[in-house]
């Protein structure tokens, strides 16, 4: 199976809210990035986490690493309407030096209804 | 602007007619890739490289070919296309880490 799985698969949440989106993987990593996609557009990065890190913000994200747990989560505060996208979790494995060659798991489908 | 460019964005083909996915990048990058996307399957990687010359097998690799001749150039070729291969695909640059896709050539193939 994916080395990324996301849960939920899917999110509807009205506009102002947070939404949360859960990340799980089975090896080891270097790191662990968020993408986000609109329909069927090109995936823009929106955040990396390494492995030695626990947690980090970017305007309204925030992204944890539990490595013990081989868990992450997105949470986005304060949410819009044009936040509605896909989200995907994807990690490079510890040996992948570069960090570069990632593994994407299937994504979370959010919908942030005005 | 720094981008990945693919081209074309829509191509619809019939099985076994060969035909290449070009891809281009302006960031000096030394990483590319390819992958598709399959709904229910998420992104699978086609093909990557790690600079000029050196290519290598994702997790998807059949039926797809690939060369890296110049470092700002991937193209995806498809000797022989087949209805399976019917997908979105994207290439993707990367320095160190973080990925910049293209926009995606949605193929189909009758």
């Known amino acids: 199976s994916q080395q990324g799985e996301e849960d939920p698969q899917a999110l509807s949440i009205q506009e102002g809210e947070n939404a949360t989106m859960n990340c799980s993987y089975k090896?080891?990593?270097?790191?662990l990035q968020w993408y986000r996609q609109n329909s069927g557009r090109g995936l823009v990065h929106l955040i990396l986490i390494r492995s030695n890190e626990r947690e980090k913000h970017s305007g309204r994200l925030r992204v944890t690493l539990d490595t013990s747990k081989k868990s992450s989560s997105l949470l986005i505060t304060a949410s819009r309407a044009a936040d509605t996208a896909s989200y995907f979790c994807?990690?490079?494995?510890?040996?992948?030096?570069?960090?570069?060659?990632?593994?994407f798991g299937e994504g979370t489908q959010l919908t942030v209804n005005p | 602007e720094a981008q990945v460019t693919q081209n074309p964005r829509y191509l619809i083909t019939v099985t076994g007619k060969k035909l290449t996915v070009t891809c281009s990048q302006n960031?000096?990058?030394?990483?590319m890739s390819w992958y598709r996307q399959d709904p229910g399957l998420g992104l699978r990687q086609i093909y990557y490289s790690m600079n000029v010359e050196v290519t290598d097998k994702g997790d998807v690799p059949e039926g797809y070919k690939v060369s890296r001749k110049e470092k700002r150039n991937f193209p995806l070729i498809l000797e022989s296309p087949s209805p399976n291969q019917t997908s979105l695909y994207f290439c993707?640059?990367?320095?160190?880490?973080?990925?910049?896709f293209g926009p995606g050539t949605r193929l189909t193939v009758l």
């Open positions: 994807a990690t490079a494995l510890l040996w992948e030096t570069s960090g570069s060659r990632l593994t």
């Open positions: 993707a640059s990367s320095l160190w880490g973080e990925q910049f």
């Open positions: 960031m000096n990058h030394e990483y």
């Open positions: 090896t080891s990593i270097n790191n």
